[in-house]
């Protein structure tokens, strides 16, 4: 596990220092998988367009979906 560091407005930080240990602990599960998730999305646009230029890389290459379905079968 790492830590990183969130800046905030003063009267959250404040705020936060009150919180009990146990609730900080699970605000911290919370907002992994929140930021997991954020992280995702705003990497899925670029992924998409990796993803695009492979397919099109494929097509000049002259792979075709039929081409692709029979070396998939052969690996069964």
Do not use: C, Y
């Not at 003063?10 to 605000?27: D, E, G, M, N, T």
């Not at 290459?61 to 690996?75: D, F, K, P, R, V």
């Amino acid at each position: 596990m790492e830590r990183i560091v969130l800046e905030v407005d003063s009267s959250l930080a404040s705020a936060w220092k009150r919180v009990p240990v146990k609730l900080k602990r699970q605000f911290a599960k919370e907002m992994e998988l929140h930021l997991k998730e954020r992280i995702r999305e705003a990497e899925k646009p670029e992924f998409e367009k990796k993803l695009e230029n492979l397919r099109q890389q494929a097509v000049e290459n002259g792979l075709t979906e039929e081409m692709l379905e029979q070396l998939l079968n052969e690996e069964e």
